[in-house]
Each structure stands twice: as structure tokens, then as C-alpha cells.
């Protein structure tokens, strides 16, 4: 069986010397006495008791690196290289005639960065892979596309594409700084013309964009952009909006090549888009040219054409630009010549001439291949249940593991959709809160931890403890989330769930059996699908509950939520730092929301989705509150909203403290920083800052 294949890895891992785990969050010093109501709202939380069982204490091995002590890049403010240098394949360019010299194709500031290790080489092509045409983030992540950015360590929002930012003491009027001298892949100027394009000329156009983002309002109305002048522009709010630089420093906003919905992304080639656009070309002229390509209207066309990922001809600012599609078998991005950023030795960056992805539909075709050695550096979709492999075949594959560790919050979890409403029936219990405490209490996390993280994480609720700055407290760590088989018992006798039929499932007042449906993405990090089927083993095992595992490619996940077409789906459960800067998988935020994709949808655009109610409509209102704050005033609101959540276990959390991705790294790959935290708002390995790599021969 899957499960026994993995306590065989297990065995084989405990034969291995292996790393000592100080990743993460630590664990609480105690946890709450085990907790259970059948009442609605959860009990106030009881004093802690005992604490809870550390991660797995580990030795240390020479093919695992020591990110102990932390080696980050760093971005230089107080020079700029007297003189440039560039890649031979683009001197070679200059020379024919085909460039202009290295300093005209730089702005007059460009970013300066010191790397992590030493000043590196150029030349060489990092082989990776990925997993079809929803893994867009595969290279998103690396190119970081953002106006500005984290610093690696994510303590401090620092210049990227802009030069300089600054607010007022309010918090309402935001101003940017451009590059002057700045271009876009094709050589053309970036100005903030290309800003005020995204915002007047798409934004707010609603063919375009009909639901307006929710990082683009305050007080729920649209901020106003203005250009100062070509190299500065002004944002500004009706209300304080603390979080507004955080957010377009993160995945929230990201870019123009990685756009987290359609046509956002706060900038956009104005000099190339206009061709698609109907106000500048026609609406007439604009659908046929969209139906003679074969989309339904000029406006689906527009933002097709305005994703690189789809369209590979249009000017990016990314360190690599796409020469082919994410809808084809490789991904081939090759260094942009007119990257706005050189080492502190006046080195054009990127270092690296290209990246190449090659298709892996199947994940264990992609970790056999990394385990061979084919990838220079893989950590999307790296399987850590296959630790003990990587070990075992690291010295013959010629390259080392790397761990890209998380802080807080659970490596996996399921989400209970408190908008379903396909089967009324089912229906009242998803959105009952003593049967979810229920079906989390009947799980034994530590065999989910053995079979499926090696015995790496530490069992918790999503509200891990310690996780700064929005973690409740220690008395949420273990809420509802200790194995506790009598008590689950109880509460599902409790809410008239306490009939079984001849296989001693539990039925529905009406007779049928309870089936609880589990949408889980196959392919993508973790093994969602074997999580999924231990959960099912165990609710029959222990409750007498049944279910159903639904395995799903990304793309079908993503159109069954903003379908709200599902009963619960398995995801992570992101950290403390996401819960104002990516809270997608924090509460219902948005359509990907697994706890409400319509109420999301709704917080989003009050046109659409639906209005919630209750804990669901609590969070997002202490989420708009702490919005308007800064950081260290909204932590009593960030807290609010997790313990929310843990209360009525809006998620059922696995584990906490494991590594997020596993990096299967070449000896010869260099500049990767150690230490450095994974988060899905900085777009890890993106706050490495990956122009900075390089490899040698």
C-alpha cells in the first residue's frame, strides 16, 4: 500500500544520519486540555497541561546544508559601479549591431546587489521541471516580478522595480519612484505611463477587470492613481491602508508576468497592449481580432495576451524572459538584456543566460529524474517522504539537499467550505462546528506526521504556537486537534448523527449516509490524495464516518472553488506573516478561499459571491480593521482572525515545523541564500533573489 511504501522511507531515513530540525517554529511550551462542545461557539480555551511532542531530533549529514547559521544577498543603496559589464551572449550582440552597449540599456540607477556568496560567473542553464499548465508559479516565484520587494530575511519591504517609495503619516497617499532610464524587454521605456495604462486602461475598465481587487480598495472604494510625472506616481485612499507597501511587495499584487488573476498585476506594457485594446483600436476591430484568434471577445483576448505565461511575445521586466508558453512541453526563459539590475561589481545580472522547465505530468517521474541528478536546482514538487533516497544517491547525483523551511501554520490541511450548499443535507454539518471539531479530534496526527513527513513536523492546529506576530496564544496549538476518539464520538451523537447503518456508518437524519467529500490536488507538493485516504481510514476506523476522495489537477481545484463546487478541499494552512499579506488560506479572502469561495468573492466585489454571516463575516471585518494599521497595531486583529478560525475549525490542520519544499541542488549551483524563510508572500525561492545565481562547470 502507498502508506506502507512510506514506512518503509521511514525506516530506511531512520538508518541514514540526517539533519538536526530547527526549522520553523518551536514548539509551545505546554498545550490546552483536550477540548470539546456541542454548543455552536467553541468554550473559552482551557489552561495548558502538557506539552506537546517536539519534531523529530535529528544528526547531521554532509549532503543536507547547514542553514544554521543564515546567507542571504543584499542589496546595495550607497554605490553604483563606475563602469558596466554584460554576458558574453549579449556583448556578442553589441558587437553585431543587434544591442546598443550595456549602459544605455540600464537605467541611470539600477538596483544593486551583492550576493551570497561571492560575485559569480555568467553563462549555463538551469534545468528544472514542472508539472503542466497551472504551475505558472513554478517560474513566477524565481522571477519575482514586483514594483517593490522583501528584503530575503522578510523583515523589511525594500526598492525593486522602483527606486524609492514613501507614505504619508496617515497612510493614505502612497507615491513610487521609477528607474529613469528603465526598459522593458523590447528596449522600449518603462514609465509610469505603463502604470497608469493597468490602472485606467484596464482596471478600471470592466470588460476587463469586472471585480475590482480587493488590494486595489480601501474603505471599499478604488484608490485614485495619478502620474506626477514619468518617473513618479501617487496612490491614494479614502481611508488609512496600513498594509498597502506589504501587499505590493507580495503574490497579492506580484506583477505584470505573474499575475494572480487576470489582468492585475499594477502594470503593463502600454506600447504593446494598446493593440488588443478596444478603446484605442475599436470595439469592432478588437472582437474581430479576438475571434480571429479564437476567443470569444476582444476582452479575453486582452488579458490573454497581457499574461507572458500564455503569450511569450510580450515585453516583460523579469531577469528572464519566456520564449515559449507554459502550455507547451518545456518552459524556456532566456536572460533579458535589459535587466535593470548589476552586481556590486557592475555585473548585468542575471548571471545564469537561461532557465528550462521540462514537463513532469507525473511527480514520480520528476523526483526519479531528481534523484538521478537531471535538475540543477529543483524544489517545487521535491516528494520529502523520498528523503532517504535523495540521501542515499546524493554523492553518485552530484548535488545536496537543501530545506526551504516554513514558519507556523499547517503543511496540510482540510478546509470545510462553509458556503457549500449542493447537498442541504450534508450541508448543515459541513457548516456545523462540533462536527468539524469532531472529525478533528477522530485524527491520529502522529501517524499522518510517520506516514507522510517522516516524523519531521510537530502535530498542531493551524494555529501553531509560537508563530509571531498573529498567533492567538499557546492554548490554540493542540484546540481540538488531540486525538480524542470517545469525545468525537460524543459530539457526533450530539448534533444527531448517532444512527449507523450495516457497516456501521453513520447516517443523516434522513436516512442517507454521511459521505464527506475530499477535493485533493494530485501532483502538486504534497501527496494531498494518501493524506486524504488516512483521514477517510480513520474517520470509518474511529467514527464510523465515510467519505470520498476527489483526485484533481490544479486547474479543475481552481475551477471547482470559484464554482463554490466543494464540500472540502485540502491546501495548506499559510503562517502567521500571511494573514494580512496573502490571506487566501487564512480565512475567506478571496475565490480561492477553501473556507468560503463565495463569501471571498463577495469580500472581493460585493456584486458577486455571497454575503457571509457569523465567524466567516467576523474575520474579514477584523481583517479590514487591521488593514487600515501598521504593522505592530494590528496584531490584536490578526489574532482575532486566527483564533477564529481555530475555534470553529474552519481548517483541520496536520502538522506544523516541516520543511515547505525539499531542494535537490547541483555541487556547481552557487549564490542559493541558506537559511532564508519560506513564504509564499515573498515568493520563496524568490526573496533568494535568483539573479544572483550561478553555476560553473
Known amino acids: 500500500t502507498p502508506a506502507g511504501e512510506k514506512v518503509l522511507d521511514l525506516r530506511l531515513m531512520r538508518a541514514l544520519p540526517v539533519p538536526a530540525w530547527g526549522g520553523g517554529a518551536a514548539p509551545p511550551p505546554a498545550a490546552p486540555a483536550e477540548a470539546g462542545s456541542s454548543d455552536a461557539a467553541a468554550p473559552a480555551p482551557q489552561a495548558a497541561e502538557a506539552a506537546p511532542a517536539e519534531a523529530a531530533a535529528l544528526p547531521a549529514n554532509p549532503f543536507i546544508v547547514d542553514d544554521s547559521q543564515p546567507r542571504f544577498p543584499e542589496q546595495v543603496f550607497d554605490m553604483i559601479p563606475a563602469q558596466f559589464n554584460e554576458a558574453p551572449m549579449l556583448a556578442a550582440k553589441v558587437a ?41 508559479q513554478n517560474a513566477e516565484r524565481m522571477l519575482k516580478n514586483h514594483m517593490i520587494f522583501w528584503d530575503t530575511g522578510m523583515t523589511t519591504v525594500q526598492p525593486h522595480i522602483a ?370 485516504e488516512m483521514f477517510g481510514q480513520q474517520w470509518k476506523t474511529n467514527v464510523g464516518i465515510d467519505s470520498e476522495v476527489q483526485a484533481v489537477e490544479r486547474s479543475l481545484r481552481n475551477t471547482r472553488l470559484t464554482n463554490n463546487d466543494t464540500m472540502t478541499n485540502f491546501w495548506g494552512a499559510d503562517n502567521s506573516e500571511a494573514v494580512f499579506l496573502f490571506p487566501n488560506h487564512v480565512f475567506a479572502y478571496q475565490w480561492e478561499s477553501g473556507t468560503g469561495p463565495l463569501s471571498g468573492q463577495w469580500f472581493q466585489d460585493h456584486s458577486v459571491g455571497r454575503e457571509p454571516t457569523g465567524p466567516i463575516r467576523e474575520q474579514q471585518l477584523a481583517f479590514e480593521e487591521g488593514s487600515k494599521l501598521p504593522r505592530e497595531e494590528r496584531v490584536p486583529f490578526g489574532q482575532k482572525i486566527r483564533a477564529l478560525s481555530c475555534e470553529n475549525v474552519f481548517y483541520i490542520g496536520t502538522v506544523t515545523g516541516t520543511p515547505a519544499w525539499t531542494a535537490i541542488v547541483k555541487n556547481n549551483f552557487h549564490n542559493l541564500a541558506v537559511g532564508f524563510p519560506f513564504t509564499t508572500v515573498g515568493q520563496s525561492p524568490g526573496n533568494s533573489y535568483p539573479e544572483t545565481w550561478y553555476m560553473t562547470e
Open 163 to 532: 527606486k524609492a517609495f514613501e507614505a504619508n503619516a496617515d497612510n493614505t497617499e502612497f507615491t513610487f519612484h521609477l528607474r529613469e532610464g528603465m526598459k522593458w524587454s523590447d528596449g522600449a521605456p518603462f514609465t509610469a505611463d505603463d502604470v497608469l495604462f493597468w490602472y485606467e486602461d484596464i482596471m478600471l475598465n470592466d470588460d476587463l477587470v469586472p471585480a475590482k481587487p480587493g488590494w486595489a480598495k480601501a474603505g471599499g472604494e478604488v484608490g485614485v492613481w495619478e502620474k506626477i510625472d514619468d518617473y513618479t506616481f501617487k496612490v491614494t485612499f479614502i481611508q488609512p491602508f496600513g498594509t498597502f507597501f506589504e501587499l505590493v511587495a507580495g503574490l497579492t499584487v506580484n506583477g505584470h508576468y505573474a499575475q494572480l488573476e487576470p489582468c492585475s498585476g499594477g502594470f503593463s506594457p502600454k506600447h504593446y497592449m494598446t493593440q488588443f485594446h478596444a478603446d484605442y483600436i475599436g470595439l469592432e476591430e478588437a472582437n474581430a481580432l479576438a475571434a480571429a484568434r479564437g476567443f470569444d471577445n476582444w476582452a479575453k483576448l486582452f488579458c490573454f495576451m497581457n499574461d507572458p505565461n500564455l503569450n511569450p511575445e510580450s515585453p516583460v521586466t523579469t531577469a528572464w524572459m519566456p520564449m515559449t508558453s507554459f502550455s507547451e512541453q518545456q518552459v524556456i526563459l532566456e536572460r533579458n538584456p535589459y535587466y535593470w539590475a548589476v552586481d556590486t561589481e557592475g555585473n548585468q545580472l542575471p548571471y545564469l543566460d537561461r532557465i528550462v522547465l521540462t514537463l513532469a505530468e507525473d511527480l514520480e517521474v520528476l523526483n526519479l529524474k531528481a534523484i538521478a541528478g537531471e535538475y540543477d536546482m529543483q524544489a517545487r514538487h521535491i516528494d520529502i517522504a523520498k528523503l532517504p533516497v535523495f540521501l542515499e544517491n546524493a554523492e553518485q547525483g552530484d548535488y545536496r539537499v537543501q530545506f526551504f523551511r516554513s514558519r507556523g501554520g499547517s503543511a496540510v490541511a482540510l478546509a470545510f467550505n462553509q458556503d457549500y450548499d449542493k447537498d442541504p443535507a450534508m450541508a448543515e454539518y459541513i457548516t456545523n462546528a462540533d462536527f468539524r471539531r469532531a472529525l478533528s479530534m477522530a485524527l491520529d496526527r502522529e501517524q499522518i506526521n510517520e506516514a507522510f513527513f517522516l516524523g519531521l513536523g510537530r502535530p498542531s492546529s493551524p494555529c501553531a504556537w509560537p508563530d509571531p506576530p498573529y498567533a492567538p496564544g499557546e492554548e490554540y496549538d493542540q484546540l481540538y486537534h488531540q486525538l480524542d476518539v470517545e469525545e468525537a464520538n460524543r459530539l457526533l451523537d450530539s448534533i444527531g448523527l448517532d444512527q449507523k447503518d450495516s457497516e456501521g456508518f453513520r447516517l443523516l437524519p434522513n436516512g442517507e449516509r454521511v459521505v464527506v467529500e475530499m477535493m485533493a490536488v494530485s501532483g502538486a507538493f504534497f501527496d494531498y490524495p494518501g493524506i486524504a
Open 96 to 136: 553585431a549591431g543587434e544591442l546598443p552597449p550595456v549602459a544605455e540599456r540600464l537605467p541611470l540607477e539600477p538596483m544593486v546587489l551583492k550576493p551570497s556568496e561571492q560575485i559569480g560567473v555568467y553563462g549555463g542553464t538551469l534545468n528544472g521541471a514542472f508539472t503542466g499548465p497551472a504551475d505558472h
